[in-house]
């Protein structure tokens, strides 16, 4: 008789690779399918190197702006050399042999569907109880006249880089555009980002676009609105040119697409299981992250919030779900935060959301040197802004934003408040540290206080 999994998981990224720690600790017979590498995009070419790369001009800018410090220098072979270690060396052998360590089957190569219950990779077919698709998304480079011509980089390509470009061309202008270009820049590459729309991060409040754009350029950056490329074509001493819609034209050693990411569903037949797509191709769940009868879906592929913090969440929804808990995903109050200098960061409604949701919303703006001591023993020139957005009625935290230094961390102060609905009375009444940025919340709600009076 075919032997029996109770799980089967397809992607080996975050998400996968939570809910399978999960359901090895919880005694589950697992089968893993995996056609690259363990870790998946964060691991490789995504959240660990950038992040990694984004450090040393990150410290280097601090220093610049700290009494006292000296000038620091950027060491790139030694910057990457550390990158390729954070990478593995795109190497997953340790991965898999702890998985197989603890009784996990890996199959390596690409899984597809056959039926409820039925994986098939490598010409094999295997059985279990229940599948969870885990596999991500891919880069979305869009086509235009040429584009085969140029020199084309994704994530991939940026973080695997071995020699620095000169000069680049960022399309895109959302987080992989920032990050990507606070990182070249960092490292001395002439960077121009094009932006087709007016604004940088477009589904962030208009404050967070504005200082976004102000601090990228501070950076040196380059940053065209309302621009899209035309046409691409090879220059003669092998630079990729650039036609732009705004009638100039641009020379750069490569063109970087930071424009957004599909879901790796082709050939995966999830219908065959009962599960359905939406328009965007991302595989439909309901609170449980439940696709059909037993078939789950979570991370990126689910469209739901595509973050690495999101996916190993849902892996934990998942597989508490499968070993016998009754578990709901709640997405209220999940950070999203961009890695530049200083941090973007932002958590739950936009005043736009709230207003299309029909909430009497109220939001207050203020900025930390004019009002906390924190910005100024942080940096010699200070900065640093917060906005809060409030449900006037509930007396709850909607949502927050921060574009300052360490903003990836004490945002969590206001994904907390939002995902635990506390009350204005309490926020009011909790004590932060002194001097630290979580301040600037209490100076936010009593400035609100004041000009709303609640
Ligand atoms: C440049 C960049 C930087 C980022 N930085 C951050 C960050 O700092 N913080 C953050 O939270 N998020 C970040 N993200 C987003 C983050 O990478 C994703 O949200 C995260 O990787 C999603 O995890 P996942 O498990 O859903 O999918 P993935 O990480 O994409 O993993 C999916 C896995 O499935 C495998 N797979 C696909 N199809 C099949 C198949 N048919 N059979 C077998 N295996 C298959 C793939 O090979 C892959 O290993 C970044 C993204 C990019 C592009
Ligand atoms: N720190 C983090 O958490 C982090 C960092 C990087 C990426 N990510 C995630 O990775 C994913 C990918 O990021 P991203 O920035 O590539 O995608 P995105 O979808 O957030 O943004 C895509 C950008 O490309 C632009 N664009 C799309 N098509 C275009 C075209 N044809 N021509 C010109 N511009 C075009 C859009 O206007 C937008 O500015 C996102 O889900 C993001 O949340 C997260």
Not at 58 to 66: I, P, Y
Request: net charge negative.
């Amino acid at each position: 008789m075919d032997e029996v999994f109770d799980v089967a998981i397809i992607g080996m990224g975050p998400g996968g690779e939570v809910a399978a720690d999960r359901l090895l600790t919880g005694g589950k017979k697992v089968i893993a399918f995996e056609s690259e590498l363990i870790g998946g995009e964060c691991a490789y070419w995504a959240c660990i190197p950038s992040k990694t790369v984004l450090r040393g001009p990150e410290v280097k800018l601090e220093a610049a702006r700290t009494a006292g410090v000296g000038a620091s220098e950027l060491n790139w072979e030694q910057a990457r050399d550390y990158r390729d270690y954070m990478a593995r060396h795109l190497d997953d052998s340790a991965q898999l042999a702890g998985y197989i360590q603890r009784g996990a089957q890996v199959v390596r190569g690409r899984a597809s569907i056959t039926g409820p219950g039925r994986v098939r990779a490598n010409g094999q077919e295997y059985l279990a109880h229940h599948i969870i698709i885990a596999t991500g998304t891919e880069p979305v480079i869009p086509d235009f006249p040429g584009a085969g011509d140029i020199t084309a980089w994704s994530n991939r390509e940026v973080y695997t880089l071995t020699e620095l470009p000169t000069s680049v061309t960022i399309v895109g202008a959302s987080a992989v555009a920032l990050e990507t270009a606070s990182f070249l820049t960092g490292f001395g590459v002439e960077v121009t980002l094009i932006n087709r729309s007016d604004r940088l991060l477009r589904r962030e409040e208009p404050e967070v676009s504005a200082l976004a754009e102000k601090y990228v350029r501070e950076l040196g950056v380059t940053v065209l609105a309302h621009t899209s490329v035309v046409s691409g074509k090879r220059g003669h001493l092998g630079e990729s040119e650039l036609e732009l819609s705004n009638g100039t034209s641009l020379k750069v050693d490569a063109v970087i697409f930071a424009t957004g990411r599909t879901p790796r569903t082709d050939g995966l037949d999830v219908a065959r299981a009962g599960a359905t797509l939406d328009g965007q191709g991302n595989v439909r769940i309901d609170e449980h992250c439940w696709a059909a009868e037993g078939l789950w879906a979570i991370g990126d592929v689910t469209g739901v919030m595509p973050f690495t913090h999101v996916a190993k969440y849902q892996g934990r929804v998942v597989a508490d779900c499968i070993l016998g808990a009754d578990r709901i995903a709640s997405y209220d109050g999940i950070p999203r935060v961009v890695f530049a200098n200083p941090e973007i960061a932002a958590v739950g409604l936009t005043r736009e959301q709230a207003e299309s949701r029909g909430i009497n919303a109220v939001s207050i703006h203020v900025n930390l040197p004019e009002t906390i001591a924190r910005p100024w023993t942080y940096e010699q020139e200070p900065r640093g802004d917060l906005g809060i957005l409030v449900d006037r009625h509930r007396r709850v935290l909607l949502g927050a934003w921060a574009v300052a230094p360490l903003a990836g961390e004490w945002i969590h102060q206001a994904s907390l408040a939002i995902r635990g609905a506390l009350s204005l009375e309490i926020l009011r009444d909790s004590v932060p540290q002194f001097p630290s940025y979580n301040e600037a919340y209490l100076v936010a709600l009593d400035r609100l206080g004041s000009a709303e009076g609640i």
